[in-house]
Structure formats: C-alpha cells, structure tokens
C-alpha cells in the first residue's frame, strides 16, 4: 500500500455498509489534505467513498458530527445522502436549504419568491410597460422579425409562440447572469457588443424592473438567498464546520463556489468535494465545468485523487464509453477499470418501425429492471402511442397488453441512477435528436464560455446514457438518418 494508516481506520474501512473501500477510495480519505478533489468515474462508489471518509472523522478522528457539513444539489439527493450516512447530526443540505439555514441563524427577515415569479415579472413588463415607453419601443421593434404599428397588434403579438420563445430566453439569461455572480457593471460592459445592443437594452431594463419588484414586496429568489449568506459570511463568523465535503462538485457554477469559499474561509475547515467531470451535464442552468477542472486555482495546494474502478459497468462497456467522451481532451484523463466483463455490452438495434424495435428488444432482455432513455421528455411517444402506456410514479409505466414493469426518464434525470439494462432511443440526426442541435439561447455566449469541441456537453450526456446499465445498453438506431453519435459508436466497437 502507499499510505500508512492505523490498524484501526483499515478495519473501518473494510466494512462500510457492508463494502470494503478499495485503495484508491482509501488512499482519497486517509491522505486527504486542507483541499481534496476526489475525481470519481462513473459507478466507482463515490458516495460509499464519502460515507467512509464521515465514518472515518467520526470514529478514528473524534469528530463531533455536527462539525460535519455535506452539500449536494438536489432534495432527491441529500436525503439519500443522509440515508447512507445514517449520523443524525451530520449536517446534510442543498446550497438553498443551507442558506436559508444561515439566514435563519441570523435572525434575517425573508420571503421566498413564489415559482415561476421572474416569468410573472416578464409579462408584467411587456405587457404593462414596454409599449409605453418609447425609447424601449424602438429597441424592441428593431429585434423583431415582422413589424408591429399599432397597440392592438402587440397585444396580439404577446399571445404568440414568438413571444413565448422570447420570453424564455430572456429569463434563461437573467438566471444565468445571477448564477454566474455578474454584477449591472459586468452587464454594462456587453454593450460593447454592438449587434446585440437591442436585446441587451431589454434585457437590462428587465433585470432592473425584476430586482426593484423584488425588493418592492421583499422577496429574495433562490440565487439571492445565496448571494445574502455569503455576504453575511464574509462579513462576520457564522460557521463553525470542521469538515465540509461536497458531492457532485462538477455541477458548481460561480455564484455556489462564491458561497463554498466564504463558508470555507469563515470557519476555516476542511474541504473535500467529489465529482465527474465527463458527467457534467448541466451547462444549461448555470454550472461551470472549468470550476471542478480547475480546482487548484480556487484551492491552492488542493490535493486530487482518482477513484477509476467502476462496480456498476463491464470492463468492455467502460472503455468504449470512456473512449468516446475523451474525444474531448480538455477533460482530465482516467484509468477506468472493472472487474466485470460482458462480450457485447453495447448492442446496436437497427429499425424501420420504431414502435416494433423496441417491443422486440424488451422481448429479448426479458428479465431484470429495464430502463429507457432518450434525450427529451417527449421521445418515449415517438416510440410507443400514448395509448399504449399506463404512467405510475417516478417514471415508471406499463405497457398496454404486456406484463413488463418499465421505466422511462430523459438522461438528464438518470444522473445517478442505475438499471440492470438500458435501453436508449431517439439517436437521430434531427434537431431535437442525440445529440441535440438546438442553438444555445441568444446572448448566453456573452456569459458563458463557448464549447471548444464539438457537442462537448452532449457527448458528456451521452455518457451518462451508456454508463447507467450493468449489463447492456442497446441503442436503437434508424436505417436512415442516423445521429452522428450512434455512427461514431459503431465505428468504435
């Protein structure tokens, strides 16, 4: 072994709810410094990994548990989280919950802003606002496609799929400008941009009207509840942690680092996060990867482990997807490795008829969960008719005529998840297909770093897709019209 460890902390080690850690899991909490990433693959038992370290603090090291922070990014997440942990008072909380926690602790009056309340402040813009000002106007009339001359007509206008288009885009860009921790000065400098100018008068007039609304009936949404602890953070000692580890650290975007590094420095503890950077799938909402890939910078000194033995995978199925997803090689570079093996682990399913293909191919499993997968949430209905399908909970269906107990979920919601057998649909070269070529929102690039590789994030979700089966994932690809994914795949097998 490379580390030297007590007698004791091995014993611990060799039985973490009912699994020994292996030496690269070990090595990650015994020779864990001020700052630890841990770089886990696919089903290479992360969250045993910080089961074991919790234990680990706890039982060797004497740490009191409520000196123990655990973040993660979701509900779903932190309760099975704590499930595992099974310590009462290990803290265990999402940023939001931790930081309504810390501006409860501190006595802060607050209302949460009610769902869908920057979308509510949109149409009370446009509808109350826009048209009466006639600098605002003339902005809005220059971006659109099809001229507007009279109220009446823009009435019309705001009932449109148009309007609706523009409507999302425009507050998919105020969110990320807020996840991104920007400041109106930042914003000031993208007019600058000179094309985009219109748009960006809009927008900045709506960003104003939306925080003036905001503080008006004293409401903070979700992205200020963060930004409000972290200021209380950094101006006095609120913290009292020890230890604070934090899954799922390649889904962090600027404004959750900000709040990590004030929490770090108020209470001075350690800090451990764990994560996958080829599973960095939620561009979209805020996060950036080059956080987790770049860790050393905002941690000086931190110290990165690597945790390759994937448990769940066969060794032929973790090479072909590790392969495909390091086409990209600005992600960092793994020895993934499994003591299991399978001849054909990804099987390539031609059809005509899409509806027969996948009866057929649940027909040939035959045994064990079966989960499907496709890019949208609507792709299931390409395969199999409405009609046909009896929805049950989280996903889960049964098919007309049939006694299998199917699941369905987009591969986004599949992140973590993981199925005896997988089947993935929609691999076609449309728009909507896998990969997606959808456009990114406008203006988001003036945010947001460009890709520097082709579908870099679609390839990192169609990693996801081929990693949740432990035995088989087929693909159920078109004769004609292929996706480029599914082409790059056949050539690789």
Same mark, same amino acid.
């Given at each position: 072994?490379?580390?030297?460890?007590?007698?004791?902390?091995?014993?611990?080690?060799?039985?973490?709810?009912?699994?020994?850690?292996?030496?690269?899991?070990?090595?990650?909490?015994?020779?864990?410094?001020?700052?630890?990433?841990?770089?886990?693959?696919?089903?290479?038992?992360? $969250?045993?990994?910080?089961?074991?370290?919790?234990?680990?603090?706890?039982?060797?090291?004497?740490? @009191?548990?409520?000196?123990?922070?655990?973040?993660?990014?979701?509900?779903?997440? $932190?309760?099975?989280?704590?499930?595992?942990?099974?310590?009462?008072?290990?803290?265990?909380?999402?940023?939001?919950?931790?930081?309504?926690?810390? *501006?409860?602790?501190?006595?802060?009056?607050?209302?949460?802003? +009610?769902?869908?309340?920057?979308?509510?402040?949109?149409?009370?813009?446009?509808?109350?606002?826009?048209?009466?000002?006639?600098?605002?106007?003339?902005?809005?009339?220059?971006?659109?496609?099809?001229?507007? *001359?009279?109220?009446?007509?823009?009435?019309?206008?705001?009932?449109?799929?148009?309007?609706?288009?523009?409507?999302?885009?425009?507050?998919?860009?105020?969110?990320?400008?807020?996840?991104?921790? *920007?400041?109106?000065?930042?914003?000031?400098?993208?007019?600058?941009?000179?094309?985009?100018?219109?748009?960006?008068?809009?927008?900045?007039? &709506? %960003?104003?009207?939306?925080?003036?609304?905001?503080?008006?009936?004293?409401?903070?949404?979700?992205? @200020?509840?963060?930004?409000?602890? $972290?200021?209380?953070?950094?101006?006095?000692?609120?913290?009292?942690?020890?230890?604070?580890?934090?899954?799922?650290?390649? @889904?962090?975007?600027? =404004?959750?680092?900000?709040?990590?590094?004030?929490?770090?420095?108020?209470?001075?503890?350690? %800090?451990?996060?764990?994560?996958?950077?080829?599973?960095? &799938?939620?561009?979209?909402?805020?996060?950036?990867?080059?956080?987790?890939?770049?860790?050393?910078?905002?941690?000086?000194?931190?110290? &990165?482990?690597? &945790?390759? $033995?994937?448990?769940?995978?066969?060794?032929? =199925?973790?090479?072909?997807?590790?392969?495909?997803?390091?086409?990209?090689?600005?992600?960092?570079?793994?020895?993934?490795?499994?003591?299991?093996?399978?001849?054909?682990?990804?099987?390539?399913?031609?059809?005509?008829?899409?509806?027969?293909?996948?009866?057929?191919?649940?027909?040939?499993?035959?045994?064990?969960?079966? *989960?499907?997968?496709?890019?949208?949430?609507?792709?299931?209905?390409?395969?199999? +008719?409405?009609?046909?399908?009896?929805?049950?909970?989280?996903?889960?269906?049964?098919?007309?005529?049939?006694?299998?107990?199917?699941?369905?979920?987009?591969?986004?919601?599949?992140?973590?998840?993981?199925?005896?057998?997988?089947?993935?649909?929609?691999?076609?070269?449309?728009?909507?297909?896998? +990969?997606?070529?959808?456009?990114?929102? +406008?203006?988001?690039?003036?945010?947001?770093?460009?890709?520097?590789?082709?579908?870099?994030?679609?390839?990192?979700?169609?990693?996801?897709?081929?990693?949740?089966?432990?035995?088989?994932?087929?693909?159920?690809?078109?004769?004609?019209?292929?996706?480029?994914?599914?082409?790059?795949?056949?050539?690789?097998?």
């Amino acid at each position: 072994m490379f580390y030297n460890a007590p007698m004791n902390a091995e014993k611990l080690l060799e039985n973490i709810n009912g699994y020994a850690l292996d030496s690269e899991q070990k090595a990650s909490i015994l020779e864990a410094e001020k700052f630890s990433l841990i770089v886990a693959g696919a089903g290479s038992g992360k $969250t045993l990994t910080l089961v074991g370290k919790i234990r680990y603090l706890i039982e060797i090291k004497q740490m @009191d548990p409520k000196d123990i922070l655990c973040i993660s990014f979701t509900n779903e997440a $932190t309760k099975s989280l704590k499930e595992k942990i099974n310590i009462p008072k290990v803290q265990v909380y999402t940023f939001h919950k931790l930081a309504i926690e810390i *501006l409860n602790k501190e006595n802060i009056d607050y209302q949460i802003a +009610p769902d869908a309340y920057l979308e509510e402040k949109v149409d009370t813009f446009f509808n109350k606002f826009l048209w009466n000002n006639t600098f605002l106007k003339k902005q809005f009339l220059k971006i659109k496609k099809t001229p507007i *001359l009279s109220l009446k007509k823009y009435k019309e206008y705001l009932k449109t799929r148009e309007y609706q288009e523009l409507k999302k885009w425009m507050t998919t860009f105020i969110h990320l400008y807020n996840t991104n921790n *920007l400041k109106i000065e930042e914003f000031k400098t993208m007019f600058q941009r000179k094309k985009e100018i219109p748009l960006l008068y809009l927008i900045y007039a &709506i %960003l104003n009207f939306y925080e003036k609304e905001k503080m008006v009936e004293e409401y903070l949404d979700f992205d @200020d509840l963060i930004k409000k602890a $972290t200021k209380l953070c950094k101006q006095k000692t609120i913290c009292h942690y020890k230890e604070i580890i934090i899954d799922e650290f390649q @889904d962090t975007s600027k =404004l959750r680092l900000e709040f990590v590094k004030s929490i770090v420095n108020n209470s001075d503890a350690n %800090l451990t996060v764990v994560g996958d950077d080829f599973q960095s &799938i939620y561009k979209f909402s805020g996060c950036d990867l080059n956080i987790f890939l770049n860790f050393q910078e905002f941690f000086p000194k931190a110290k &990165i482990f690597k &945790i390759q $033995t994937t448990y769940r995978n066969s060794q032929e =199925l973790i090479k072909l997807a590790g392969d495909f997803v390091m086409k990209n090689k600005s992600q960092i570079p793994k020895d993934l490795k499994s003591n299991k093996h399978l001849e054909h682990p990804l099987q390539i399913r031609k059809y005509y008829n899409k509806y027969n293909v996948l009866l057929k191919t649940i027909k040939k499993i035959n045994t064990g969960e079966i *989960l499907i997968l496709g890019r949208n949430n609507f792709d299931i209905y390409k395969f199999i +008719p409405k009609e046909k399908i009896t929805w049950k909970e989280n996903g889960y269906f049964k098919l007309e005529n049939y006694s299998f107990s199917l699941r369905y979920l987009t591969v986004h919601k599949s992140k973590g998840l993981e199925s005896d057998n997988v089947i993935l649909i929609n691999l076609e070269n449309t728009e909507l297909g896998f +990969p997606c070529q959808k456009k990114d929102t +406008p203006l988001t690039h003036l945010i947001q770093e460009k890709e520097n590789f082709l579908y870099e994030e679609e390839r990192r979700l169609f990693y996801v897709a081929l990693t949740r089966t432990k035995n088989v994932c087929y693909l159920l690809v078109p004769y004609f019209n292929a996706s480029i994914f599914a082409k790059e795949i056949k050539k690789m097998k």
